[in-house]
């Protein structure tokens, strides 16, 4: 059963600061992995995707990383704002042509201070 | 685009009472997933989509949960009876096409459920 953890579970740091929140995932038979902003009471949105033949994807500040042979993800948000400040969940998708739903991590809950 | 909508957005009810909540995925979006978020988790799936049949339902609660997505569009998910540990939100999402980055998958805003 996969399973995915994120550290760390709470990051509060101050503006204009460069971070790395980590992803890591025991089945490494992944079709892809995506990360994804939650802000208070909202639904979730995409912020990158990483298909599993890729090293990386960068969108503005936002940089992934991949690492599938070892299981781990990093998202880099570079010149961090206070606008950041929301809860980023990695998820996974198996590899198949059947079921194909996600398994997400519990996030990280990111404070940017002003 | 329109994104993926679902109603209610919030839902307040006693524990034993019967509840659903309706979801309409982005517009020529196949697949159609139910997740249940409680709080300070990560969302779990309760159920896939595939036009309107069903894929994996291997999470869903079967003795309380139902769900339908008859013509392949809108989708409706059911509680009955409701218990405390149901309180949760609710999302639902869509993706296009099950390979390659069509497969990305897009998240409505949720029906935050709360069971008393």
């Known amino acids: 059963k996969q399973e995915v953890t994120q550290i760390p579970a709470a990051l509060s740091v101050p503006e204009g600061e460069n971070l790395v929140l980590n992803c890591s995932f025991t089945d490494s038979a992944i079709y892809n992995l995506q990360w994804f902003r939650q802000d208070p009471g909202k639904g979730l949105t995409s912020l990158l995707l990483i298909q599993s033949s890729q090293r990386e994807q960068t969108s503005g500040r936002l940089n992934a990383s991949l690492d599938k042979s070892s299981g781990r993800s990093t998202l880099y948000i570079a010149a961090s704002q206070p606008g950041d400040s929301a809860t980023y969940l990695c998820a996974v998708r198996p590899w198949g042509g059947g079921a194909d739903g996600l398994t997400f991590g519990k996030g990280t809950h990111l404070i940017i201070q002003p | 685009e329109a994104g993926v909508a679902q109603s209610p957005r919030y839902k307040i009810i006693e524990k034993r009472q019967s509840v659903a909540f309706w979801c309409n995925p982005i517009?020529?979006?196949?697949?159609l997933y139910w997740y249940q978020q409680i709080l300070g988790q990560g969302p779990k799936l309760l159920i896939q989509?595939?036009?309107?049949?069903?894929?994996?339902d291997s999470q869903l609660p079967k003795d309380r949960f139902s769900a339908e997505r008859l013509k392949g569009v809108d989708s409706t998910l059911k509680i009955q009876p409701a218990k405390l540990e149901d309180s949760a939100v609710y999302l639902c999402?869509?993706?296009?096409?099950?390979?390659?980055?069509?497969?990305?998958?897009?998240f409505g805003p949720g029906t935050r459920l709360t069971v008393t």
């Open positions: 999402a869509s993706s296009l096409a099950r390979s390659g980055r069509a497969s990305e998958q897009y």
């Open positions: 989509f595939q036009n309107n049949g069903v894929v994996d």
């Open positions: 517009s020529g979006h196949a697949t």
